[in-house]
């Protein structure tokens, strides 16, 4: 038994020469997976699933319009609203939106815009529409329904 | 004994870093980056109002319509369709039925078919004539949900993505991830869509639901 009793002279520091390793770890795993966002989204935002995906190459080609109920109801209501940037805009205010965003972008790449709506799953059809046929009446004629994988998380 | 214990006992720490790094790499790997993926579609232009609508003769043979209420029952050639997901096989023997080749461009198409396409062509006089007659027409209420329209969507891709995936020889999912920028793969895409469009017509809603 007198061998357990034995004190040891060993140190009980543990060796911190990694730390700066696994702090660099941690910035760079957080770093590559934020993503910044650069409007505040207010409506509610389930996306729906489909199977069918294709990805959008070109990010700067692309525009993003959110349909959803709000988030605040007391303020603004119950009824499935457009958000475009960081604002609700009426179906009349997407071609002004369009030929904005178009604006933005070299002439060459005018035609090439795309919208991705990012539309909540429970709301209807009429909304959506409305925003296709102000998308025709412009000319933008490139369309995303953003959706997500189904079947995988 | 004694003179091993007062040494200080150390664990060798020099690989640590090489364990950093490679749960770093790890994250980084399995990490998915919130990409933009969804359904692509390109619009129709809007139609000229100087110019009258073309007459459209199709034989309604040559079309496969699709149509949801605002209670989202879907009502299939005239008959209703409660499973979703059939709709893809329904499409894809519409698409390859060659009932009646209607020229001699698609009597090639269909030549140049893999067998497994072969077999799924019918040649029933009551369905499409070939590829390039068949319109898939799709029309929503106002009041559909947006999730059904984006499901029965999705089967329509998929039938014509199966199909350009089998010609070939690759699945549905490759195809679609096929990058237009290198020439092989576009060569590929290229050949996958000949002569067979994907052509779907999404009618704008009727009115009838509320909002």
Redesign the interface.
């Known amino acids: 038994m007198a061998k357990f009793k034995k004190k040891s002279n060993t140190s009980q520091d543990i060796p911190t020469a990694a730390l700066p390793d696994i702090i660099f770890m941690l910035l760079f795993f957080f770093m590559v997976t934020t993503v910044l966002r650069e409007v505040t989204i207010n409506v509610k935002q389930s996306i729906p699933k489909a199977t069918q995906l294709r990805k959008l190459e070109q990010k700067k080609l692309v525009s993003y319009l959110y349909v959803g109920k709000p988030n605040d109801p007391e303020k603004f209501g119950t009824e499935p609203r457009i958000q475009a940037n960081d604002a609700f805009i009426e179906v009349d205010g997407i071609i002004q939106f369009i030929e904005e965003e178009k604006g933005k972008l070299a002439e060459h790449e005018k035609d090439q815009l795309t919208m991705s709506l990012k539309v909540d799953e429970e709301t209807k059809m009429g909304i959506v529409s409305d925003i296709t046929e102000k998308m025709k009446d412009v000319n933008a004629r490139k369309l995303m329904y953003a959706a997500s994988q189904k079947g995988v998380e | 004994m004694a003179r091993s214990?007062?040494k200080?006992?150390?664990?060798n720490?020099s690989s640590?870093?090489d364990?950093?790094?490679l749960?770093?790499v790890f994250?980084?790997v399995t990490?998915t980056?919130?990409?933009?993926?969804?359904?692509?579609?390109?619009?129709?232009?809007?139609p000229d109002p100087n110019e009258p609508p073309p007459d459209i003769t199709k034989n309604q043979r040559n079309i496969f319509k699709i149509l949801v209420n605002s209670s989202d029952r879907i009502m299939v050639e005239d008959e209703e369709l409660t499973d979703v997901t059939k709709l893809r096989t329904m499409v894809k023997e519409f698409v390859l039925n060659f009932g009646k080749p209607t020229s001699e461009e698609a009597q090639a198409l269909y030549n140049s078919l893999p067998a497994s396409l072969k077999a799924l062509s019918k040649k029933d006089p009551t369905s499409s004539d070939d590829p390039k007659e068949a319109v898939v027409s799709f029309k929503?209420?106002?009041?559909?949900?947006?999730?059904v329209?984006?499901?029965i969507?999705?089967e329509l891709?998929?039938a014509y993505?199966e199909i350009y995936g089998d010609r070939v020889g690759i699945s549905?999912d490759d195809f679609?991830?096929l990058d237009r920028k290198k020439p092989d793969e576009a060569e590929k895409y290229k050949i996958a869509r000949e002569g067979i469009g994907m052509q779907i017509s999404i009618a704008?809603?009727s009115?009838t639901?509320?909002?």
């Open positions: 214990g007062r200080i006992p150390e664990v720490s640590m870093a364990i950093a790094f749960l770093l994250f980084l990490t980056i919130a990409t933009d993926k969804g359904l692509t579609l390109t619009l129709p232009p809007k929503a209420d106002r009041g559909t949900s947006y999730d329209y984006i499901a969507l999705d891709q998929g993505y549905a679609r991830a704008e809603p009115k639901g509320d909002n």
